[in-house]
C-alpha cells in the first residue's frame, strides 16, 4: 500500500514540475509575442500600438484613448503634440506596455490558464488583415509563428 501512495506523490511532483516548465514556456511565448505584435503594428499616431492587452484566463477587453497614453493629455493638446506623445509613450518599454507585461510573472501564468493578447480597437482586425501599407496582412500569424519556432528550439535542447 506504501508503494501505491508514493507513486501517487511522485506523479503528482511531477505533474506540478510539468504545469511550472509549461507556465514557463507560455511566459517566454507571450513575451515574444507581445514583442513582435507591438514592434510590427501599424503606426500613425501610436494608439493602436499601445493599445495591445494582456490577460490571463479570460481576455482584457480594455480600450484605451489616446489621453491615457503617456503623461499629458490635456484637452488643449494640439494633434501633433499628442501624436508625438503617444508615439514616444506606445513602445514594448514603455511604461503601460511594462505594466500589461509585468501581469506575466510565475504566481499569474502557472500552466494552467491561456494567456491572451489581444487589441479591442474597432480597427485592429482591418489592421491585422492588411489594411495598412505599413503591415501586410498576415503580420500577427507571423508574430505566433515566431514564437512557436522559439519554442521549438527549447524543446530540443531540453
Do not use: C
Not at 119 to 144: E, R, T
Request: net charge positive.
Amino acid at each position: 500500500m506504501a508503494d501505491v501512495r508514493q507513486f501517487n506523490l511522485d506523479l503528482k511532483k511531477f505533474g506540478d514540475g510539468q504545469l511550472k516548465l509549461i507556465g514557463q514556456l507560455q511566459r517566454r511565448a507571450a513575451l515574444v509575442v507581445m514583442r513582435d505584435l507591438v514592434q510590427g503594428s501599424p503606426v500613425d499616431t501610436g494608439r493602436f500600438r499601445g493599445s495591445w492587452m494582456v490577460g490571463i484566463g479570460v481576455p482584457n477587453r480594455a480600450v484605451i484613448s489616446d489621453k491615457m497614453i503617456g503623461e499629458g493629455g490635456s484637452a488643449g493638446e494640439t494633434k501633433k503634440k499628442r501624436d508625438k506623445r503617444v508615439r514616444q509613450n506606445t513602445r514594448l518599454t514603455s511604461p503601460e506596455s511594462m505594466a500589461r507585461l509585468a501581469l506575466l510573472t510565475p504566481e499569474t501564468v502557472n500552466g494552467r490558464e491561456p494567456i491572451i493578447i489581444s487589441n479591442n480597437l474597432p480597427y485592429a482586425v482591418p489592421l491585422a488583415d492588411g489594411h495598412s501599407k505599413q503591415a501586410p496582412s498576415g503580420w500577427v500569424g507571423a508574430a505566433v509563428a515566431r514564437a512557436k519556432r522559439e519554442l521549438d528550439v527549447v524543446k530540443v535542447r531540453t
